[in-house]
């Protein structure tokens, strides 16, 4: 029998909010999923107000996302991912089919481990500082993106990690993979929960930090804003590819607007942060909301620097 998660609790878990898709942006994405998966594909497609997918209809798509099945120690689930359907576009054969991208915590753990535990300080580690505070901080990531950069600093020594990430499809990714953490820890016994440590909220990063109690608020906030477009593509990893694909396709880069609302989230995340607030830039970028705010400090690196 295979332990399938209650899918439809799940779902209505992540899109419980006042966050809605607009089907008009989204309609060159769709999903995919086939055999016992199918209706939790389409449950997925219906959530997200995208279509549901044969694999003949997926090539007039930008996007597609896939409801694959897995094993986690034996134990049957899924897993969500997505895939780029761009290279199927292309009329050049060799041009390799793209395969799912999966927010996958448990296989990068130990990557992330071996990053904190390094003979190099990690600079991220270093800017935001989880372990200062006694017990741990409290963190709001409020540009989570795919998840990664939470992660660490979940494994670092933070008490909580909150994510907050407006895109519902990023969002859906991130969701599967913390349930999937989830059932890994359960699965090998950890003795420490570090699902328990990291939480996600659907929303705009402005938006939630307007909403926080002042109980709730945050010793640090991590901003990672979408960066400035790069002159040479090589540069960019393929995950940030994706990510940068897939908001293109829903319309949701525009450079003007989005300089406005650095300068708003900038606000909101200095008012609610107790001790700092950390933004991620690359090195040569000027800093976020310059006009209106400037760094105490940063901490650089050979590409990206942190803000402080």
Not at 177 to 187: K, V
């Amino acid at each position: 029998m295979r332990i399938l998660f209650p899918i439809f609790i799940y779902l209505a878990s992540i899109f419980d909010t006042n966050l809605s898709t607009d089907r008009s942006s989204t309609k060159k994405i769709g999903v995919i999923a086939s055999g016992s998966l199918e209706s939790i594909g389409i449950q997925l497609a219906n959530n997200l107000d995208i279509p549901f997918l044969t694999q003949g209809e997926a090539t007039g798509h930008s996007h597609v996302i896939d409801v694959v099945p897995i094993d986690i120690e034996n134990i049957p689930t899924f897993a969500i991912g997505l895939r780029s359907m761009k290279s199927l576009c292309k009329k050049s054969k060799r041009q390799p089919r793209q395969r799912s991208f999966f927010v996958d915590f448990g296989s990068v753990r130990t990557k992330l481990m071996n990053r904190i535990n390094g003979n190099v300080p990690d600079l991220l580690i270093k800017a935001v500082a989880p372990k200062k505070i006694s017990g741990g901080a409290i963190i709001y990531d409020l540009t989570a993106g795919f998840g990664q950069d939470s992660f660490l600093l979940a494994l670092a020594g933070a008490s909580k990690v909150c994510m907050v990430e407006r895109d519902p499809i990023v969002a859906t990714l991130l969701q599967d993979g913390l349930r999937r953490l989830s059932i890994y820890e359960h699965a090998t016994n950890d003795v420490i929960s570090f699902s328990d440590r990291i939480s996600l909220e659907v929303g705009d990063g402005t938006l939630v930090a307007k909403s926080l109690s002042p109980d709730l608020l945050p010793h640090v906030t991590y901003l990672d804003p979408m960066f400035p477009p790069r002159t040479k593509s090589a540069a960019v990893k393929k995950n940030m590819q994706l990510l940068h694909g897939i908001l293109e396709s829903q319309h949701l880069v525009d450079t003007e607007e989005t300089s406005s609302q650095e300068v708003k989230l900038l606000k909101e995340a200095l008012r609610i942060s107790k001790t700092r607030v950390v933004v991620k830039r690359p090195i040569h970028a000027p800093p976020m909301a310059a006009s209106t705010c400037k760094p105490s400090y940063d901490i650089r690196g050979s590409t990206n620097r942190w803000d402080v």
